[in-house]
């Protein structure tokens, strides 16, 4: 069974910046498609970004986009999700999920479409 470790939660000031890492346990990143998913108290887990092993563009949750940034570097076999002035309403617990079927731009957004799941990391945005 394949893990994804996650790291780089924490808490930040309102406008601050974090950094998300995710490596999977078995098979290089190239091997999987990968996104990140974040869910806060009370509410449903929601798609924040992915990146697919192809060439094509990242896909983005409209309320993320242009303040984070979703990247892979397949030599160390790390995903990452750079977060940007980050607000109090990213407040949440952010998992990146793999799988290793090839997706659809518009599949990306759907978690039933990933196999596998890290353990989750806190985000908070507070002043």
């Known amino acids: 069974q394949v893990q994804l470790v996650e790291s780089g939660g924490g808490s930040v000031q309102p406008g601050g910046s974090l950094r998300l890492s995710c490596a999977p346990s078995?098979?290089?990143?190239?091997?999987?498609?990968m996104g990140w998913f974040r869910q806060a108290p009370g509410k449903d887990r929601e798609f924040v970004a992915a990146?697919?092993?192809?060439?094509?563009?990242?896909n983005y949750a409209s309320s993320v986009r242009g303040r984070f940034t979703i990247s892979r570097d397949n030599a160390k076999s790390t995903a990452y999700l750079q977060m940007n002035n980050l607000k109090p309403e990213d407040t949440a617990v952010y998992y990146c999920?793999?799988?290793?079927?090839?997706?659809?731009?518009?599949?990306?957004?759907?978690?039933?479409?990933?196999?596998?799941w890290g353990q989750g990391t806190q985000v908070t945005v507070s002043s």
């Open positions: 999920a793999a799988t290793e079927s090839r997706m659809i731009l518009s599949s990306t957004t759907r978690a039933d479409q990933y196999s596998y």
């Open positions: 078995e098979r290089t990143l190239s091997n999987y498609d």
């Open positions: 990146t697919r092993r192809s060439s094509g563009s990242p």
